[in-house]
């Protein structure tokens, strides 16, 4: 079976529940999403100081079952995934033979032989298209692409503990960082996992789809006298590139290995099969020739996505990701440069537009919750 | 927020207001509810010239850059300096808030501009 050519923008289960909100609604990796609702400043300043609520179903979900789905999954994510204990998660990357980003991923162990992979929404397909070509080559195993199955919310911010734990039998506070549990939520079924895309603490929620609206009613409600508010995309970019948080296909894409993003962290050495290694590997030895930093502008301007860096006339780098930070208040960005001007300090040339600005290269993440 | 006849408006979103051959120019309610947060503007120097239909500067949001089009030509004279610093302000009181004085060459350029009903009607 063929999938219908079709423009039409998707739609979460809660679409009709943003529209009316009020939300401006804008189109997004195929998807209709919420961008705002009373502004990205004042859902932003949220977030950092009560909580926010993001409908993030737009989010893909893979899974990969079977006696052999270790091995599946540790060809596949260059983190190492036999290490995660059951209920446990980790940031990982799908990466090509040489060694970039097919996307970044949250790798979920929901059981000895069954791992969920959350995925970007624009990816899915050719994610889930990569995942089936490598997992028929690892043995009994296989992936199914579940993303309709699951509505996903997230809750974040300071507050989103007291906010959620009313709404459910889970002891939250047993639910360490990038570990999950199952129960339930607003008596919807729901696995809630203590992650999120804001450098907050706070939960991401799964729940049948049918049960979106119920949840996310249920959260505001219970979020109300700590004012939480429901939060959009736009907050969503601000506080992750705060946070210094890489985005698919701005920071990170299919030209950009892991090392020059600053990720090597999230490598996981240990497993010997991942897609990628060996060039990883060959790259740690000769070093990386660009890197990925942080800036803060000097002059003013915000510098912003494709914009170059500088030296003279000539083009040296690109920056990625940079916006006007709600919280720091100040314009911030990220870019690739070359290493000879990625030490902490060093000023670039940014040209905005025509008109070249400094800034400075500054330590990520530019915020670090207190 | 209605769009008051003391001025006149462009499809771009702007509006001027004369009086004798002094106009200040601002954006619309409308622009500023499209732009969302906005918090930094790129400016003309005082006493550099303005074309009437082409970009004098930029507006920047959180999430987007506009440029900001004269509605019509001539020197500016003053430049804002509260809103250029606060920039934010806009989005609360865009209609009160001029962003550049500019001494008109032709002031009946600004008959071809829309009163606030036409305006109002383009944004149906």
């Known amino acids: ?370 | 927020m209605p769009y008051p006849d003391d001025r006149k408006y462009t499809k771009d979103h702007e509006w001027v207001r004369l009086s004798g051959d002094l106009a200040e120019v601002g954006i619309t309610d409308y622009a500023q509810q499209q732009l969302g947060d906005v918090v930094y503007m790129e400016l003309p120097a005082v006493g550099s010239r303005v074309i009437a239909g082409q970009s004098f500067g930029s507006i920047e949001s959180v999430k987007a850059v506009s440029e900001l089009f004269a509605p019509v030509g001539g020197e500016v004279v003053e430049v804002n300096g509260a809103v250029k610093d606060h920039p934010e302000t806009i989005n609360k009181d865009p209609h009160s808030l001029w962003i550049i004085k500019v001494r008109v060459s032709d002031p009946g350029e600004t008959a071809a501009l829309l009163d606030g009903s036409q305006y109002q009607g383009l944004l149906g």
């Not at chain 1, 400043?41 to 926010?52: D, I, L, P, Q």
């Not at chain 1, 070359?338 to 040339?349: H, L, N």
């Open chain 1, 1 to 370: 079976m063929t999938e219908p050519v079709t423009t039409e923008l998707r739609k979460t289960p809660l679409n009709a529940r943003h529209r009316a909100s009020k939300a401006r609604m804008v189109p997004f990796a195929g998807w209709e999403m919420p961008i705002e609702y009373a502004g990205i400043t004042s859902e932003h300043m949220a977030v950092r100081t009560r909580a926010g609520v993001f409908d993030v179903s737009h989010m893909g979900e893979i899974e990969i079952a079977g006696k052999d789905a270790v091995a599946a999954v540790q060809r596949i994510a260059c983190s190492d995934p036999s290490q995660l204990k059951v209920g446990q998660a980790q940031y990982s990357g799908l990466l090509t033979p040489e060694g970039t980003f097919l996307d970044d991923m949250i790798v979920y162990r929901m059981a000895p032989t069954h791992f969920l992979l959350v995925v970007n929404a624009g990816n899915i397909a050719k994610n889930y298209a990569w995942i089936n070509q490598q997992v028929t080559t690892a043995g009994d195993a296989a992936a199914i692409d579940s993303s309709s199955r699951y509505a996903l919310i997230a809750i974040q911010g300071p507050a989103s503990r007291e906010v959620l734990q009313p709404l459910t039998g889970v002891e939250l506070t047993d639910i360490a960082p990038f570990w999950f549990s199952h129960g339930e939520v607003a008596s919807a079924r729901a696995t809630i996992a203590r992650t999120g895309y804001t450098g907050e603490d706070g939960y991401e929620i799964f729940v049948p789809p049918n049960m979106a609206d119920r949840v996310w009613q249920a959260i505001l409600e219970s979020g109300r006298s700590a004012d939480a508010v429901p939060a959009g995309l736009g907050a969503r970019d601000t506080l992750r590139l705060e946070a210094s948080m890489r985005l698919h296909g701005a920071d990170i894409d299919e030209s950009t290995t892991v090392l020059e993003a600053g990720l090597g962290w999230m490598i996981g050495w240990t497993n010997e099969t991942f897609i990628g290694r060996d060039r990883l590997r060959a790259q740690k030895e000769s070093g990386v020739s660009r890197r990925l930093v942080g800036f803060e502008m000097i002059d003013r301007g915000i510098a912003r996505h494709g914009h170059r860096v500088v030296q003279g006339d000539t083009p040296v780098g690109v920056v990625t990701s940079g916006t006007q930070t709600p919280y720091l208040g100040k314009a911030i960005g990220m870019a690739y440069v070359p290493v000879a001007q990625s030490s902490r300090g060093t000023e670039i040339d940014i040209d905005i537009r025509g008109r070249v600005a400094k800034a400075r290269v500054v330590p990520m993440p530019f915020y670090k919750r207190g």
